[in-house]
């Protein structure tokens, strides 16, 4: 069901799970691309004059109040870019959010305090998760979806809280999973995904799935260590999961067998440590000096993966190529941002990180196809996994 399915909304409360988990400097936003991706369907519930209450998380709190993950900034900045006043609730289903949920006029809305900061969001007994999503869903007359960085997550205001009121997907839900699907099911070939970031380990599912399904892997980032010394190779001080040197190994054979081209970067940034100002050399990548870490992907590499990014008609990317944070090791990241830029298929970034890099380094979001809200919710999405707070929708639905 879409908000359409919902009826007339006017004077209904309406609680709203966003994805409104942006990075921080202290109180400052550094990143407000997921504010500004929930604005549209937040906007058409108050133009319908709903009763909105957003529910939402930041970070990752212990499931009690905790100051330096309070979504009081979200709020402030969300009124900005709607430009009219947003109320916010100092708890999350307490008696603050149930005087706001009774007192909010049409047209109105209110950030409820970060959900996370109940340990009844998070619970893994669904008994203790239900007894919260309860809670929640008394504040409101019904439910929409709209936070698609979330739906991998089985929790009460993702999951549960949809059995408990008539629910519907947001917009934004709805065209994250259009795009998504046009790569899942029959993307235009080549179909070409690009991972970075620093550990295999959180790649395994969607590696493994992708093997049967793209036509070529880039691979950059941190986990490349992982693959070299699957190769062979000794990386110095680089970051290496040893444990999952095997697994990367099986990776490249099985690359090899099934006819995937599995690239990997032929030469490499490194320096003697991790910080910005540290002296960076460009190594071989079979050769990388045994005090050094490689930092980023090469200029070579990155040429090579820029031209097959610019030839492909689909791409997804996920996960920085180096550390894009100091700019003597950001250029690979640069360079495949560029790339997708430039490709004339459909060019997906996913991931609230990779979200942040490109806007960091100085690209806007309407130079790509699409740029995914999800990282884990994404991944898991590509590798075909079920994803709860997709799930519970259609079945109650
Ligand atoms: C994200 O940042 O990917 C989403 O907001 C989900 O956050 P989580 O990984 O803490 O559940």
Redesign the pocket.
Known sequence: KTLHDLGDLRGRRVLVRS?L?VPLDGSTITDDGRIRASLPTLQTLLDAGARVLVTA?LG?PKGEPDPAHSLRPVADRLSELLGRPVGFAADTVGREAQRASAELSDGELVVLENVRFNAGETSKDDAVRGAFADELAALADLFVSDGF??VH?KQASVYDVASRLPAAVGGLVQTEVEVLQRLTSTPERPYVVVLGGSKVSDKLGVIDHLLDKADTLLIGGGMVFTFLAAQGHDVGSSLLETDQVDIARGYLDRAAAQGVELVLPTDIVVAPAFAADAPATVVDAGSIPSDQMGLDIGPDSAARFAQIITSARTVFWNGPMGVFEFPAFADGTRAVADALTRTDGLSVVGG?DSAAAVRALGFTDDQFGHIST????SLEYLEGATLPGLSILEDVS
Do not use: F, I, L, S
């Open positions: 994805d988990n998380h990752r960085g979330v997550r609230g999800g990282g884990g919710a």
